[in-house]
């Protein structure tokens, strides 16, 4: 008896596809660094600051080594350090803490809004002390937090904003770029990132030209000049060759961006009659869907079952960042953060990336319909 022939795989992220795409520009420019040796903050950088900045909708981009640096610097550059503290989300990846940390600062963790699975905007008060210097808000999985409240919450206390913006490259709230609310935006370039290099990369941006020229030197050794040390740096400058990289595919994010919007509309469609809680875009959000992330009883046993089939999905992120090691002494409010904890148990990433076609998320839809129908009706929402 013949087995059954096995199906082609759909990956978490492609980026394969997205790479041959690009790759006789990519290699022109590549060529044109070699050619001329500008390795280290070549004229490429210059370009791609300046169309990143346009892109945001801010006078200034300083391009970094990675997005962890971006919030790092930002810190620093805002002289926020030892016996600050910094409010953030209790659900982001790692790296917004532990930027915290390098800076000597505490991160003060607040629970998440269980619709959108931002930062709860009514608990940002609350989590206020003497000691409080700043706000990052994370764009989680592209969808934009709410800036206009924050803003004002800042505003009134006093307090810096900085933008996690490293899954959220385009997305706007109230028609206005993500990154460009704040004192500094943040944002990453890693490989899988809406905008990625072909390898780590990372950009703060901001509208202040004191703040981008503070970056500008602590990316760099803390000079303006060679061998002029002003304040004490570090080596986090973007590289060349990535650069090249970032001016390639700026060139197709708009069209990208739209793509991911209709693959996640695709999803919303062929998940309509399936008891799966769905990502919420908000009426005056843009939500660029660097992830589709669903929430579904039985998560690690759909994530198994998907994977029999040859589809591959992922969970970002399974523990709150209170649980984390270095942070299990942080403060939280409230207490072990009751909606991060529900909402981790509960997350599933399915396939996202532009060149998603319309039968692959057929195909993994039909896949969580048939696991789901044959599961207890046991959740309840948050």
């Not at 997305?171 to 990132?193: E, H, L, T, V």
């Amino acid at each position: 008896m013949n087995a059954t022939p096995k199906l082609d795989p759909i990956p978490l992220v492609d980026l394969q596809s997205q790479s041959r795409a690009i790759k006789a520009d990519v290699l022109r420019r590549m060529e044109q660094v070699i050619d001329g040796a500008r390795y280290i903050l070549g004229q490429e950088v210059q370009e791609f600051e300046q169309q990143f900045a346009n892109y945001c909708g801010t006078e200034h981009c300083v391009g970094l080594a990675n997005g962890t640096e971006a919030i790092h610097l930002a810190l620093r550059a805002l002289e926020i350090g030892a016996g600050d503290e910094v409010i953030t989300a209790g659900n982001s990846f790692a790296a917004t803490a532990f930027a915290i940390a390098y800076a000597g600062a505490q991160a003060v963790f607040v629970d998440i809004d269980p619709v959108d699975f931002n930062i709860d905007v009514s608990l940002i008060e609350q989590a206020i002390t003497e000691r409080t210097k700043a706000i990052i808000p994370v764009h989680l999985y592209g969808q934009p937090a709410r800036m206009d409240t924050i803003r004002e919450i800042a505003d009134r206390y006093g307090l810096k904003i900085i933008e996690d913006a490293a899954q959220a490259h385009g997305a706007q709230w109230n028609g206005q770029r993500c990154g460009s609310f704040c004192d500094i935006g943040c944002f990453s370039f890693y490989p899988g990132k809406n905008l990625g290099a072909f390898g780590d990369g990372g950009a703060a941006v901001s509208n202040d030209p004191q703040l981008a020229d503070k970056l500008r030197m602590l990316r760099n050794y803390g000079q303006q000049q060679k061998n002029r040390h002003e304040l004490l740096g570090y080596n986090c400058r973007l590289d060349t060759l990535q650069a090249c990289v970032l001016l390639s595919k700026m060139q197709h994010l708009e069209t990208w961006t739209e793509q991911r919007r209709t693959a996640a509309q695709w999803y919303r469609e062929a998940l309509a009659d399936v008891d799966v809680e769905l990502p919420v875009a908000h009426e005056q959000a843009r939500h660029v869907y660097h992830l589709f992330v669903i929430r579904v009883a039985n998560r690690d046993q759909l994530i198994a079952a998907l994977a029999e089939q040859n589809i591959f999905c992922g969970v970002h992120y399974p523990h709150p960042l209170c649980t984390a090691a270095p942070f299990v002494d942080a403060p939280t409010l409230p207490l072990d953060l009751p909606v991060c904890s529900r909402v981790a148990d509960e997350i599933v990433s399915l396939p996202m990336y532009p060149e998603i076609t319309r039968d692959q998320v057929a195909r993994v839809a039909a896949a969580i319909g048939a696991f789901v129908s044959q599961q207890e009706p046991a959740r309840e929402s948050v």
